[in-house]
């Protein structure tokens, strides 16, 4: 990665707002459509299971009234025979209801994943300079749990205790009217709590969440960075910022559990004290003659049946809140949208591509520092198959160049074309397929050699792969690997070292067969033999392409067709290495610092 962007520091995550609304559950919609004949299975069975379920009532009812001593075996058999049969239909809606409800959340959310996925990786380099990888890893992991949950089984338990709260309801006052109409009387007093303590819970929730998204993040850069915890002995000082940060979730954590307990305390109390209320009435109108005792039985299982369901939505509340607030966070990574886009009607390349470069009075400064501006008025022209050196201190701008190139960023003003044509006219994919970069610090990913080299280009074959890593001198290391071309390289190319990574590098872009190459520090990591031996296979690799060369050792870019010095974002200097000696100036003054010490 450029310099440019190494160096950007991270911002930190947005403060949670005020409000945060159920609403953006609305988000899941497009992930749950595809899959709307598991929804409707799922609705089918649901009805089953709910209807079985409040027939039951009207069986013991039967059982209360009739009496055992007033009925015949006959009887008795056809009454626990369709128990049983009522039962059967029960068990098996079930687990119907179960198994499309769960397939339900799995595919959805195992689509929901993969867009997220999709939709970060396109994202420009812009956004990852504003964020941190280890909150973005949490959304797409902690978050999708949660959401998952809710659609897995919150849903699911929601809609069956809806459901149940209806039928039961209509039931009640089906089977004794007055006692019915107590009960009415009594749901505001039930639902009130829900409502106070509700939206105090959605905020503790989006809070708790932020806080582990937060420690997830410390954890991410500390682990990607354990050299350097150890070289500086910081284990205590990062395991006492990481313990910080979970006992900051736990608090936010322990506030959101307290208040959801008072929640699901205060609708136990409320709806247990109302079938109290409702069954004392009830005892009083049986003791009167007003009411059979089998009505009162029937009639205090369905009170039960919908005071468990409202118990139920008290609990699935809670899930809802939680989800409300995780898909809020994963519906601002959907809308976010990158700053580099591809052009309406793009324009081809011409075929060959000839590699002509012309940079035309570019300013630019980065998003994240918009007072310091790193290339001021720079015009720059390359020509086809020309090699051209950029040097410069720390800062000069150098980088950036090679950021532009890329559209990592567009210039604020100016111009950059690729053989006459404007790069925003360009498809990034055609402008970026154009291109092979051998960056400074080199990315190895956790697969096997083959794999790491073919990233170059994903269609090579494994001979064009073995031909890469002889070209790039990494034939004769990976060979001595116990697995050779398929040992595995372990996560950042921990099993490599320095210069073994630098030619893996180097092979993908033999491999990618690019006309403009894009060499930052491609050697740096090298020891003098290697060293020696990259420079011959570079020389081989920039003939008949346009090469752009970063280099702090001057030793390594007195080949260059143009040497190009660059000081403040400004070209200060450009020619061979002899010509900018003789002229002294900048370029004199690195050398003689580099040559003489």
Known sequence: MPAALRDTPMSEPAAPRATRRISALRGLW????????????WLVFLGLSSGASLVLPMAFRHIIDKGFGHSSPAV???TFVALFGVALVLAVATAARYFCITLLSERSLADLRSTLYAQVIRLDVGFFER???GELLSRLSADTEVVQALVGSGVSVALRSAVMLVGAAVAMAWTAPSLA????????????PILVFGRRVQKLSRASQDRLADAAAIANETLNASTAVKAYAREAIESTRYGNAIARALATARRRIGMRALLTMAVIVLVFGAITLVLWEGARQVLAGMLDPGVLGQFVLYAVFAAGSVAGLSEVWGDVLRAAGAMERLGELLAERPG???????????RPVRGALRFENVAFHYPSRPDAAALHDFTLEVHPGETVALV???GAGKSTVFSLLLRFYDPQSGRISLDGIDLRALRLAELRGAIALVPQETVIFSGSATDNIRFGRADAGDDEVVEAACAAEANEFIRALPEGYAAEMGERGV?????QRQRIAIARAILRDAPLLLLDEATSALDAQSEAAIQQALARLEQGRTTLVIAHRLATVQRADRIVVMD??????????ESLLAEGGLYAELARLQFVA
Request: hydrophobic share 45%; charged share 15%; glycine share 12%.
């Open 30 to 41: 497009p992930f749950l459509k595809p899959h709307r004949r598991l929804a409707l299975g």
């Open 76 to 78: 008795i058999n056809e």
């Open 131 to 133: 964020s941190r990888v």
């Open 181 to 192: 109409a107590l009960t009415a009387l009594v749901i505001p007093a039930v639902m009130l």
């Open 340 to 350: 580099i886009v591809e052009p309406a009607e793009p324009q081809a390349l011409p």
């Open 392 to 394: 410069g201190p720390s």
């Open 495 to 499: 099993r490599l070292s320095g210069g």
């Open 568 to 577: 403040g974002g400004r070209i200060v200097a450009q020619g061979t290495h």
